[in-house]
């Protein structure tokens, strides 16, 4: 158990990376004492992390981040995308994540609880209870909630419930919701790698023109 602690502690210090190209994200997060940046983390899995592609650099919370500059913003974007992680290891993981701050809290998690066919209910507890942990770290803190779609083979029901998680939880929790995330990207083949799940690195391209309106409106 503590050995399996260890390494998923080592896994996420690796995936993590600061926009200002640091190889350590602790470094990456120090500066903005230094520098006075505000932080935005982006809190996801695989889609986050960019599973498949050549760099994380060409995920599209990096390329989100390459665009708020050429617009003249100064962030500092922290990706903590891990592959593979469901809400509850999302709240495992949190407290490392946010312990040294949180300006703007981008919130990608929910289709792994999907496809293992998680009940709505759990899926929906954890996901407010990050959001709680958020706010409790910083009371000022925006969050922008990133709603998943259900796979077709989960059956009516399933996917009726789980929709209704994100919309849930925008109204009573009074969080925004982006558009979603694979609009015009999902079922594309071109614009997904092999798996036909994970885009391509033109696929996070256009996900990251989708997702940018909703980015600024919540930093304005």
Known sequence: MILGKIIIIFFIFFIITGCENSND?????????????????FFGDSLSAGMGLQSINESFPNLLNEKLKKDGFDFLLINAGVSGDTTSGGLTRLDWVISRGVDYFILELGANDMMRGIPAKEITKNLETIITKVREKNDKAKILLIPMKPFPNMGVHYGNNFEKIYRDISQNMKIPLSNFLLEKVAGIRELNQKDGIHPTKEGHEIITETLYPDLIKLLK
């Open 25 to 41: 994200p602790n470094l990456a997060i120090e500066k903005k004492i230094e520098m006075n940046k505000k932080v935005i983390i």
